[in-house]
């Protein structure tokens, strides 16, 4: 008798070392080991203070307990050596101001037609909100977690209005209507977003700081127009073929312009930029940005700086598909081409006396230059900076004519370029033709200008210029 008590003893406690454990339930869950069911009482865990919490000996890695001195949950995400207590924390519990975005009800109630959001308050976008009302951000963040699953949709007017600045993040816009009727505010951020299928882009005017970061534009009827910015931040913008109309228009005056990188791909029929209205820029930067596709680039300042070039020498410009323009590639030349058999006089009232050299002129590659009458041309750029000069001059005089020609810098000849020419006796027969070459390095700055002078340094006569020809780059 006493075996067979043993025996089911030694049953029981095997049967219960390796079944399953139900509370509140006959038939606990095949996945767990304990199973604890009830509609009326939960599962309270131990309870201590932060002191106690830290004061557990080799606390278990994944050991739980609430912390009444911190109000959440806790759990060792470390081991018994190396104890890491991490809380249990929501979104909501981690910040202040938080808004979960699931519809559009979650939003404030619309004020005259218009959804406010509450100031410096983070409100999160999940899902599809179909908006009826546009948004005034009120200097609010507006964000979603990925752009692929968090939008913001409406079939028309502006999705953005008002005269606040805010910040828009991780989100696609959609639906057919406007993006943006911004008309003032201290900043607007607008952050790795994605614009699809809307009629326009819209307008965005009147901001101290608008700062567009990594933003795919697709399918949109039209772009945007930028209009009296301080400082326009542009990076990444991605305007794909799919895109109509004229991308991004720049009016009005603005303190920076800077766009880089991206790319514009226009189709035909289509214009990548528009600075048409020549807007006045302090500081312009177009860097890196690949312009490609049939359509027109840039429609550029009217009436155009320079002849084949788009944009005004506040502009610093490189970007493939489209001109260079920056100081440093500023050129300017200077041509006087006399009919053959004739030549153009300059003369001298006395020996030792430099003048400019008399003729009509013409440029023809002129780029942050400006031809400002015969014999000279002007620097139009901002940056100081030298130039290498080379110039030639073609001449008749008698054969006991000397002259010196120099570059001349506003006026007053650089004597470091000088060069001398006679036509000597049994060499040059009278009234032969010398050509001497001028080469000099140039220190300008805004404003100065660049001629070529000539003085009779001995002899009798005067100068018959047969050609001359500057280049400065």
């Given at each position: 008798?006493?075996?067979?008590?043993?025996?089911?003893?030694?049953?029981?406690?095997?049967?219960?070392?390796?079944?399953?454990?139900?509370?509140?339930?006959?038939?606990?869950?095949?996945?767990?080991?304990?199973?604890?069911?009830?509609?009326?009482?939960?599962?309270?865990?131990?309870?201590?203070?932060?002191?106690?919490?830290?004061?557990?000996?080799?606390?278990?890695?994944?050991?739980?307990?609430?912390?009444?001195?911190?109000?959440?949950?806790?759990?060792?995400?470390?081991?018994?050596?190396?104890?890491?207590?991490?809380?249990?924390?929501?979104?909501?519990?981690?910040?202040?101001?938080?808004?979960?975005?699931?519809?559009?009800?979650?939003?404030?109630?619309?004020?005259?037609?218009?959804?406010?959001?509450?100031?410096?308050?983070?409100?999160?976008?999940?899902?599809?909100?179909?908006?009826?009302?546009?948004?005034?951000?009120?200097?609010?963040?507006?964000?979603?977690?990925?752009?692929?699953?968090?939008?913001?949709?409406?079939?028309?007017?502006?999705?953005?209005?008002?005269?606040?600045?805010?910040?828009?993040?991780?989100?696609?816009?959609?639906?057919?209507?406007?993006?943006?009727?911004?008309?003032?505010?201290?900043?607007?951020?607008?952050?790795?977003?994605?614009?699809?299928?809307?009629?326009?882009?819209?307008?965005?005017?009147?901001?101290?700081?608008?700062?567009?970061?990594?933003?795919?534009?697709?399918?949109?009827?039209?772009?945007?127009?930028y209009t009296n910015i301080g400082n326009l931040l542009l990076?990444?913008?991605?305007?794909?073929?799919?895109?109509?109309?004229?991308?991004?228009t720049f009016t009005g005056t603005f303190g920076l312009i800077?766009?880089?990188?991206?790319?514009?791909?226009?189709?035909?029929?289509?214009?990548?930029?528009?600075?048409?209205?020549?807007?006045?820029?302090?500081?312009?930067?177009?860097?890196?940005?690949?312009?490609?596709?049939?359509?027109?680039?840039?429609?550029?300042?009217?009436?155009?700086?320079?002849?084949?070039?788009?944009?005004?020498?506040?502009?610093?410009?490189?970007?493939?598909?489209?001109?260079?323009?920056?100081?440093?590639?500023?050129?300017?030349d200077i041509n006087l081409s006399a009919a053959v058999g004739?030549?153009?006089?300059?003369?001298?009232?006395?020996?030792?006396?430099?003048?400019?050299?008399?003729?009509?002129?013409?440029?023809?590659?002129?780029?942050?230059?400006?031809?400002?009458?015969?014999?000279?041309?002007?620097?139009?750029?901002?940056?100081?900076?030298?130039?290498?000069?080379?110039?030639?001059?073609?001449?008749?005089?008698?054969?006991?004519?000397?002259?010196?020609?120099?570059?001349?810098?506003?006026?007053?000849?650089?004597?470091?370029?000088?060069?001398?020419?006679?036509?000597?006796?049994?060499?040059?027969?009278?009234?032969?033709?010398?050509?001497?070459?001028?080469?000099?390095?140039?220190?300008?700055?805004?404003?100065?200008?660049?001629?070529?002078?000539?003085?009779?340094?001995?002899?009798?006569?005067?100068?018959?210029?047969?050609?001359?020809?500057?280049?400065?780059?």
């Open positions: 008798m006493k075996n067979i008590k043993l025996l089911l003893l030694t049953l029981l406690f095997c049967g219960f070392s390796y079944a399953q454990v139900g509370i509140g339930t006959t038939t606990p869950d095949p996945s767990s080991m304990l199973d604890v069911t009830s509609d009326s009482q939960g599962l309270l865990v131990p309870r201590m203070t932060t002191a106690e919490r830290n004061a557990i000996t080799d606390p278990a890695k994944s050991l739980l307990i609430f912390d009444t001195t911190e109000n959440t949950y806790y759990f060792n995400e470390g081991d018994d050596v190396t104890p890491n207590w991490i809380p249990f924390l929501s979104d909501n519990e981690r910040r202040d101001n938080y808004v979960l975005v699931k519809s559009v009800n979650d939003f404030p109630a619309p004020t005259s037609g218009t959804i406010t959001l509450d100031q410096n308050t983070l409100y999160e976008i999940n899902g599809t909100i179909t908006l009826s009302n546009p948004i005034e951000l009120n200097d609010a963040q507006l964000l979603g977690r990925d752009a692929g699953e968090d939008v913001l949709s409406k079939a028309s007017g502006a999705v953005f209005t008002g005269t606040t600045g805010g910040n828009i993040k991780n989100l696609t816009i959609e639906g057919g209507g406007t993006v943006f009727a911004i008309t003032g505010g201290t900043s607007l951020l607008f952050q790795n977003c994605i614009v699809s299928g809307m009629a326009s882009v819209g307008t965005i005017s009147g901001v101290g700081l608008y700062f567009s970061n990594i933003v795919n534009f697709v399918g949109n009827t039209t772009g945007v127009t990076n990444n913008q991605g305007w794909a073929s799919t895109n109509a109309g004229t991308y991004e800077e766009k880089v990188s991206g790319f514009s791909t226009v189709a035909s029929g289509n214009t990548g930029i528009d600075v048409s209205s020549s807007p006045t820029v302090g500081t312009g930067v177009l860097q890196g940005t690949v312009f490609s596709g049939g359509g027109d680039y840039v429609n550029g300042y009217n009436p155009e700086p320079y002849d084949g070039y788009n944009f005004s020498n506040s502009w610093t410009v490189n970007a493939p598909g489209i001109p260079r323009e920056s100081d440093d590639v500023a050129t300017g004739s030549g153009v006089e300059t003369s001298f009232s006395s020996n030792n006396t430099p003048k400019k050299i008399s003729g009509t002129t013409t440029s023809n590659n002129l780029f942050r230059f400006t031809k400002n009458g015969d014999n000279r041309i002007t620097y139009r750029g901002n940056k100081t900076r030298y130039f290498q000069v080379a110039a030639s001059v073609s001449y008749q005089g008698t054969d006991d004519l000397t002259l010196i020609l120099y570059i001349a810098k506003n006026g007053t000849v650089i004597t470091q370029t000088k060069v001398y020419g006679r036509a000597a006796t049994g060499f040059f027969v009278s009234g032969g033709i010398l050509a001497l070459p001028i080469i000099g390095t140039v220190e300008l700055n805004q404003g100065d200008y660049i001629e070529i002078w000539a003085e009779r340094f001995s002899g009798t006569g005067d100068m018959n210029t047969v050609s001359l020809n500057l280049t400065a780059r």
